[in-house]
């Protein structure tokens, strides 16, 4: 059964193949699997041989570690405290800096006069990476958590401010011939045309801006706390735990994942209008 839609056929149906060698071998799934195992193996081999000596743990012993910071307290709360503490963090940093620099991206595309106003400053801080802000914020803020917040809000509004602004810059100057043909004013421009086709730039910068909170969350926690992610990895430098610090990296690349995961879900539901590449 097939639908013609702009002169085009739709083949709704998927013919059923035979599962051969081949298909096995390039299927997506079955090279994700040997892609992990792999990795894990040369991990495993790497720590068994001690080529960086006692540095680097085992993946089995990494996993006994997390499993014993599930049912054992350290340093006065569980895994889920520690994990807590930083999304925590990371969910608070990452809202205040969205809240202020996708509107201000989108504004400065928008009016000329607010991007040239705002633009040359943003030039002047974009490039300066969000861990050199680490001393600045303990002067300014102290060592609480205002200061954590604080690196994580300069982390993430770069990336959502960047895409955001060029999301609108980049939409095609034909749909907006579109709606001027079907008689629409410049807010429908805006509201039909603009914000829909860049709502997927914005998205990406949000996804972006989510890796670079946890980023900062660590660098944030490396300087001075009592909870955290960073800070089990911390404490596992300090005493020269490998497995300590390895969970606690897996756990935050785990925690990033997941949340990103969670903005990819919001962005479906929000965005339901975005293409996906297929087959590519």
């Known amino acids: 059964m097939s639908n013609n839609i702009a002169n085009e056929t739709i083949d709704q149906s998927r013919n059923k193949e035979a599962w051969t ?9 079955f090279l994700n699997v040997v892609s992990l195992v792999l990795f894990f193996l040369i991990w495993d081999y790497v720590a068994k041989e001690r080529i960086f000596h006692d540095s680097l743990a085992r993946p089995l012993d990494v996993l006994n570690q997390i499993i014993t910071l599930i049912t054992v307290k350290y340093a006065g709360s569980t895994l889920w ?24 991206g989108l504004f400065m595309a928008l009016n000329s006069y607010v991007n040239a106003i ?21 002067l300014w803020f102290g060592i609480g958590e205002t200061s954590k917040v604080f690196i994580i809000v300069i982390g993430s509004f770069v990336p959502c401010l960047l895409n955001a602004y ?21 807010r429908d421009q805006i509201f039909h045309v603009c914000f829909p086709a860049s709502f997927p730039a914005v998205f990406a910068g949000l996804q972006i801006s989510l890796s670079v909170a946890w980023t900062c969350v660590l660098a944030a926690e490396l300087t001075n706390s009592r909870a955290g992610l960073g800070f089990l990895i911390k404490r596992g430098m300090d005493t020269h735990k490998p497995t300590l610090v390895l969970g606690g990296m897996l756990l935050i690349a785990a925690a990033a994942w997941l949340t990103s995961q969670g903005v990819g879900i919001l962005e479906k539901k929000l965005c339901p209008w975005k293409r996906s590449i297929e087959n590519l």
């Open 21 to 29: 060698l081949k298909r096995v071998l390039t299927n997506t799934y």
């Open 81 to 104: 405290g520690h994990i807590w503490a930083s999304t925590q963090r990371v969910l608070i940093g990452f809202f205040i800096a969205a809240v202020i620099a996708v509107p201000l």
């Open 118 to 138: 705002v633009k040359p400053l943003f030039d002047l801080f974009k490039p300066m990476p969000p861990i050199a802000w680490v001393t600045i914020a303990v």
């Open 166 to 186: 060029n999301g609108v810059r980049l939409v095609e100057p034909e749909l907006y011939d579109v709606i001027r043909v079907l008689g629409g004013s410049r």
